[in-house]
Antibody, heavy 122, light 109 residues
Framework: QVQLVQSGAEVKKPGASVKVSCKAS????????MHWVRQAPGQGLEWMGW????????NYAQKFQGWVTMTRDTSISTAYMELSRLRSDDTAVYYC???????????????WGQGTLVTVSS | SSELTQDPAVSVALGQTVRITCQGD??????ASWYQQKPGQAPVLVIY???NRPSGIPDRFSGSSSGNTASLTITGAQAEDEADYYC????????????FGGGTKLTVL
């Protein structure tokens, strides 16, 4: 069965960076896009971008361009999301979610990781 | 970029039918998907495409679309349907990013 398992909670100081991992299993990792979505406390969902695990190509939401970096390690079927220059309002739960199949499309956001709480506090 | 607008809160009596709507210009070009999120849990995809349900999603959930408005209908709402519901779609501008609606809190009375 498809599973996305994310890394544990993080506490960071303002100005620092955080790198969240998302390990995929139960499907061909390089065959599907991977999205990253965040949710601030008590707020809605915010799309951050996606990575094509096959090519490494990325598509970031305009808001995050220049301070988010999405990468992957195909040898261990893991996607990463790194956010730099953290501020207090980056405190949120960060989710990875499987996207559509790269070759034939289909549904997006059909499987989600459990979420990683990132707290930014001095 | 486009925005998707949802009513913040909707209520429904147990066993009755409720419609949750999502409005936005991008919905003229792209189908909306719908997600259910319960407190402390990750979102779950309930409707995608024209009106498709992933396996395991009850058939009381259905989707429809007209013009710039997409709707999620729950026919015969159950207590376990109380949750936040989010729509999303591709954005018709630029490099076609994704956008989420602000979410609707559904209360089952």
């Amino acid at each position: 069965q498809v599973q996305l398992v994310q890394s544990g909670a993080e506490v960071k100081k303002p100005g620092a960076s955080v790198k969240v991992s998302c390990k995929a299993s139960g499907y061909t990792f390089t065959g599907y896009y991977m999205h990253w979505v965040r949710q601030a406390p008590g707020q809605g969902l915010e799309w951050m971008g996606w990575i094509n695990p096959n090519s490494g190509g990325t598509n970031y939401a305009q808001k995050f361009q220049g301070w988010v970096t999405m990468t992957r390690d195909t040898s261990i079927s893991t996607a990463y999301m790194e956010l730099s220059r953290l501020r207090s309002d980056d405190t949120a739960v960060y989710y990875c979610a499987r996207g559509a199949a790269i070759r034939w499309g289909g549904r997006d956001f059909d499987y989600w990781g459990q979420g990683t709480l990132v707290t930014v506090s001095s | 970029s486009s925005e998707l607008t949802q009513d913040p809160a909707v209520s429904v009596a147990l066993g009755q039918t409720v419609r949750i709507t999502c409005q936005g210009d991008s919905l003229r070009s792209y189908y909306a998907s719908w997600y259910q999120q319960k407190p402390g849990q990750a979102p779950v995809l309930v409707i995608y495409g024209k009106n498709n349900r992933p396996s395991g999603i009850p058939d009381r959930f259905s989707g429809s679309s007209s013009g710039n408005t997409a709707s999620l209908t729950i026919t015969g709402a159950q207590a376990e349907d109380e949750a936040d519901y989010y729509c999303n779609s591709r954005d018709s501008s630029g490099n076609h990013p994704w956008v989420f609606g602000g979410g609707t809190k559904l209360t089952v009375l």
